[in-house]
């Protein structure tokens, strides 16, 4: 592992469901990202947590909650999702938050929505 | 919104053969501009950066070259090999601080 670990790995769920995501980070980094990659719009930006406070909302519908206790923990929980939300989602950390630093990527959380 | 351009959508190149993506972007005040590579099935991978400072940076078969008055940066694979395919993702300025990721580049390396 990279240093992000997220789970699960894979996920279905109904319409009605609601579930977590979970991502954890061991790099010791500052900032934390969620990701949708979908075969439509690769690598679309979610929310953006900078020492656990949101910094970026990019628009993202109500049924995806983002949560994040601490700088090392990110969830996005989700309810009433539709079939569109299909996708894999990422998360990812850096060092801080800004433009000039890399991302280090989990392996994502394929999800289906049935 | 600032964006990141990327081109070609797909690359098919033979083995031993060069590769070049190319991405231009918009917003004048970046500093940094980074590669990721992501095999099938696999999680996005930084194979190489650059900063602002420099034109050109080489690791092994892989460099990136940045123009920045022109706004264009882009990846070039060198000798290429089959585990060389994969998507290849620029990143570049998004505005307010955050990166903003191309659309991606499906390179396939043809034996």
């Known amino acids: 592992e990279t240093g992000v670990t997220q789970t699960p790995r894979h996920l279905v769920m109904g319409m009605t469901n609601k579930k977590s995501l979970k991502c954890e980070q061991h790099?010791?980094?500052?900032?934390m990202y969620w990701y949708k990659q979908s075969a439509k719009k690769p690598l679309e930006l979610m929310f953006v947590y900078n020492f656990k406070e949101q910094t970026e909302n990019n628009s993202v519908p109500s049924r995806f909650s983002p949560e994040c206790p601490n700088s090392s923990h990110l969830f996005l929980h989700l309810h009433t999702l539709q079939p569109e939300d299909s996708a894999l989602y990422l998360c990812a950390s850096s060092q801080d938050w800004g433009q000039n630093y890399g991302y280090t990527f989990g392996s994502g959380t394929r999800l289906t929505v049935v | 919104g600032e964006n990141v351009e990327q081109h070609p959508s797909t690359l098919s190149v033979q083995e031993g053969d060069s590769a070049v993506i190319k991405c231009t972007y918009s917003d004048s005040a970046s500093n940094y501009f980074p590669w990721y590579k992501q095999e099938l099935g696999k999680r996005p991978q930084l194979i190489i950066d650059?900063?602002?400072?420099?034109g050109e940076k080489k690791d092994q078969r892989i460099a990136v070259t940045l123009n920045k008055t022109a706004k264009h940066f882009s990846l070039h694979i060198t000798e290429t090999q089959p585990e060389d395919s994969a998507v290849y993702f620029c990143?570049?300025?998004?505005?307010?601080?955050?990166?903003?990721f191309g659309q991606g580049t499906r390179l396939t390396i043809n034996p």
């Open positions: 790099l010791g980094h500052n900032a």
């Open positions: 650059i900063r602002s400072n420099v």
């Open positions: 990143a570049g300025p998004g505005g307010a601080q955050k990166l903003v």
